[in-house]
């Protein structure tokens, strides 16, 4: 029988209060788990990408240590990209990783780390040889993934659609939380296709009132005689 998994990916952003607590296995990132402690939440595994890394302006290190190894001690899974010396933290298998899904490297930050390593745990096979397929009926739930900062947006963005266009050509559910939640992932920067109109003249003027005449080159705008409150027609060129 066909095992269901689902797996929350749990970032920093605003939508992480949207988060499902009654998911049984929650993945954080960085220092996310400070905030998970403050939502009084729970989670199971913390991915990291980095070293040590020091504030800008006060130049106190960004990461503790020592608080990560007893998330460690109590049973939490703390993966990283990095090798640091003292962290109790498992490797993230980056090349094996890439080469199982012919990425070819491509992780824009550390949710994509996250998702991969989701669909590593829950597929076996490779795409290479065509035998790439899913061992478990997988569900992604991402909150607090939504790309508001101009860095993550234009640099990171990509990558993480990538890899949820991934995961849903395997047959992965992934859920996201919405835009107006918060979330910019699986959307384009005005929220419409690309060649499609930005707007719909009857939402503008669902009355009728402006008439559009095209006329050598360029476009006359007019108001016609339904004009409201003694408005006098008028032409803008």
């Keep these: 029988m066909v095992h269901e998994e689902t797996i929350a990916i749990l970032a920093m952003g605003p939508s992480r209060v949207f988060c499902d607590w009654n998911v049984k296995e929650i993945w954080s990132v960085n220092n996310g788990y400070k905030q998970v402690q403050e939502m009084h939440g729970h989670i199971s595994k913390v991915f990291l990408a980095h070293t040590q890394v020091y504030r800008r302006d006060t130049k106190e290190p960004v990461f503790n240590w020592a608080e990560m190894n007893s998330l460690a001690d109590a049973g939490i899974e703390i993966i990283n990209t990095h090798r640091v010396k003292g962290l109790k933290a498992k490797i993230f298998p980056m090349k094996r990783i890439s080469e199982k899904f012919g990425a070819n490297m491509y992780f824009s930050d550390t949710v994509a780390y996250m998702i991969s390593y989701a669909l590593d745990s829950n597929t076996t096979g ?77 939402d503008i003027d669902p009355f009728g009132l402006l008439k559009i005449k095209h006329k050598q080159g360029h476009v006359e705008i007019e108001l016609n005689d339904k004009t409201l409150d003694g408005a006098t027609p008028a032409t803008i060129r």
């Design 126 to 202: 490779c795409t290479k040889d065509g035998t790439l397929r899913l061992t478990n009926s997988l569900t992604l739930k991402l909150y607090g993934v939504d790309m508001q900062e101009t860095e993550e947006y234009g640099l990171e963005k990509g990558g993480l659609e990538y890899w949820i266009g991934y995961a849903q050509g395997l047959g992965v559910t992934v859920e996201l939380t919405t835009y107006l939640q918060g979330c910019n992932l699986m959307r384009t920067h005005n929220g419409i296709p690309y060649g499609n109109k930005t707007y719909k003249l009857k």
